[in-house]
C-alpha cells in the first residue's frame, strides 16, 4: 500500500512530538539540578546563619557578663536565665561524673548472682 500525504504528515508530527517531548525531559532535568542546587543553597546559609547567631549571642553573652555590653531589662533576664540554666547543668554534670566515680568503685568481689530455680518437669 503506498504511502499518503497524511501517513507522511504523521509520521512527521510524531518524530517532532518525540522531539519536544526529549527536549521537555532535558529542560525539566536541568530544572530539578538547579532545584538541588538552591535547595542545597538554602540549606548552607541556614546553617551559617545558626551558627553566626549562635556565636553572636556567646559573645553577647561574654560582654553581658564582664559589665561591658548595656543591657536591656529583657536581655538582662535571658542573661540571668541562661546562667542558671549553665549552673545547673555543671552542678548536675558534676553530680553526674561523681555517682559513677562511686559505683565504678564499689565493684562486687567473689560474689556470685544466686542461681536460678527451674520449673519441674510436668508429666
Known amino acids: 500500500m503506498p504511502t499518503t500525504r497524511a501517513d507522511e504528515i504523521k509520521k512527521q508530527v510524531n518524530v517532532i512530538w518525540k522531539?519536544?517531548?526529549g527536549q521537555l525531559e532535558d529542560v525539566k532535568e536541568a530544572v530539578l539540578k538547579?532545584?538541588?542546587?538552591?535547595?542545597?543553597?538554602?540549606?548552607?546559609l541556614k546553617t551559617?546563619?545558626?551558627?553566626?547567631?549562635?556565636?553572636?549571642?556567646?559573645q553577647t553573652h561574654?560582654?553581658?557578663?564582664?559589665?561591658k555590653l548595656p543591657m536591656p531589662g529583657l536581655v538582662k533576664s535571658t542573661v540571668d536565665r541562661i546562667d542558671e540554666v549553665v549552673a545547673r547543668l555543671v552542678?548536675?554534670?558534676?553530680?553526674?561524673k561523681a555517682s559513677r566515680k562511686k559505683a565504678r568503685g564499689k565493684k562486687a568481689v567473689g560474689r556470685k548472682a544466686p542461681a536460678r530455680k527451674r520449673a519441674a518437669p510436668v508429666n
Not at 62 to 67: I, N, P, S
Not at 91 to 96: R, V
Open 34 to 44: 538547579q532545584t538541588d542546587r538552591f535547595d542545597a543553597e538554602i540549606h548552607w
Open 48 to 58: 551559617e546563619r545558626d551558627r553566626l547567631l549562635k556565636r553572636l549571642g556567646e
Open 19 to 21: 522531539q519536544a517531548v
Open 91 to 96: 552542678a548536675k554534670q558534676g553530680n553526674g
Open 62 to 67: 561574654k560582654l553581658a557578663t564582664q559589665g
